[in-house]
């Protein structure tokens, strides 16, 4: 046999031995198959020893003991507590380079997916960035372009959350045209924000919710720094409607009364808002979290209904430091892990109306996050400086954002180097 035949021939054995090896991989049932991991899913009433299997970037089987060989990757998530990818429903990630513009393409708000992997976020939600001129700017710059999944609130102010006077422009709050760009992203435009509006009236609430019921999405209101105040029992139970969230639950600031009183008793009408449906999210951010409101709230079993960050750099390196943190600090003050972990999965993917999220139902999209609870001494802190001591600590050891590992602390999915 000539040389060349010689080298045909073994090309032909090389390429049917490529075929056949090819075909035994794509013969595999599952992508990734996670193993053993405490399964907490919400939505569908799971918390328990479970196996998880991906195949095409959506959630294939979960289950008892499925075998190894039906996958490709097979992950153990032995001792470990696999959940939905996180929702991180009040977050700010406009970034932009426009000079004393806040958070509205400026330099204060973050991208997204240098924070939101290594904390377990799969999705989430810039509240009030753009509004509705610079919608389509946030879009090209940040949401067509991140591996995160982002999602916005628009502000009710038409040029978004730059600051200062701008934010004070009733002029500039217009319900309708608010709503038709929100009606132009359904799914992708999720609510309507108000943040920051300091004069003694109604007028910007009654906007907001104005463009919010044109639209048919929430609202989400951060109140106060009226002189004098306006009353957030009316807020609740008159302005907002059912569905509705008020965020820095857990906040004491300037311009309204705290949810937990002078006397550490919580507002009965918070409970009775919290009855009537309105939404009370945690949004930690850097000057609206006390311990002082958040233990005795939590002794008195007004709980958050979800838990976010208020991510920006006025936060990311204070206290709030990442939403597992603020996990962390729930699972600290006894909230049980799995409603640690509804109120980021499931809680504000109904929410915001995005119900395919948030839940490992078979056929949805195959966002995971593993989490470690580490036991010691640990302390955190709240944003006026001061510390809870704890003895529980989460950690985001794998995330897994539509089938596709994105994020693995400690390699829990990798192969070793030299085998
Ligand atoms: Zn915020």
Request: aromatic fraction near 8%.
């Amino acid at each position: 046999m000539s040389v060349m035949k010689k080298r045909i021939k073994h090309n032909t054995i090389l390429s049917i031995l490529v075929l056949f090896i090819t075909s035994l991989g794509g013969a595999q049932e599952f992508d990734i198959l996670i193993k053993g991991g405490s399964v907490i899913d919400s939505k569908n009433d799971l918390n328990g020893i479970l196996d998880v299997a991906i195949k095409d970037g959506k959630i294939a089987r979960v289950g008892d003991n499925i075998p190894d060989n039906l996958a490709t990757s097979v992950i153990s998530a032995k001792g470990f507590l696999v959940c939905p990818g996180l929702i991180d429903i009040h977050s700010h990630n406009f970034h932009g380079t426009e000079p004393n513009a806040y958070l509205s393409n400026s330099f204060t708000a973050l991208p997204p997916d240098g924070f939101s992997f290594r904390s377990g976020v799969t999705t989430i939600v810039d509240v009030g960035g753009a509004g509705w001129k610079n919608f389509r700017t946030f879009k090209e710059q940040t949401i067509d372009r991140s591996k995160t999944r982002v999602l916005s609130f628009l502000n009710i102010i038409g040029s978004g959350m730059k600051g200062g006077a701008i934010e004070q422009n009733l002029d500039d709050m217009n319900p309708k045209l608010t709503a038709l760009v929100a009606k132009q992203y359904p799914g992708i435009i999720v609510g309507v924000k108000l943040a920051h509006y300091s004069g003694f009236d109604w007028t910007p609430t009654e906007r907001v919710v104005e463009a919010g019921k044109l639209a048919n999405i929430p609202v989400m209101i951060d109140f106060g720094g009226s002189d004098p105040e306006l009353s957030i029992e009316k807020l609740f139970m008159e302005k907002l409607r059912p569905g509705d969230i008020f965020t820095h639950a857990y906040a004491h600031v300037k311009g309204r009364i705290p949810i937990v009183d002078e006397n550490g008793k919580v507002h009965h009408f918070a409970f009775r808002a919290q009855e009537r449906g309105i939404i009370f999210d945690v949004g930690h951010g850097g000057g609206s979290f006390l311990f002082e409101q958040a233990i005795p709230a939590m002794e008195q079993g007004f709980k958050p209904n979800s838990i976010s960050t208020d991510l920006h750099t006025g936060s990311m390196n204070g206290g709030m430091k990442d939403i597992i943190n603020i996990m962390s600090k729930f699972l600290n003050m006894k909230m049980p892990i799995d409603e640690v972990i509804a109120s980021v999965t499931w809680n504000p993917a109904k929410i915001i109306k995005r119900t395919d999220l948030g839940h490992l139902s078979i056929g949805a999209v195959a966002d995971l996050t593993v989490l470690n609870i580490r036991k010691g001494e640990f302390g955190f802190i709240d944003t006026k400086g001061n510390k809870m001591k704890g003895d529980k600590k989460l950690e985001c050891e794998l995330t897994i954002r539509e089938g596709k590992i994105v994020y693995d602390l400690n390699g829990i999915s990798a192969p070793i180097w030299n085998e």
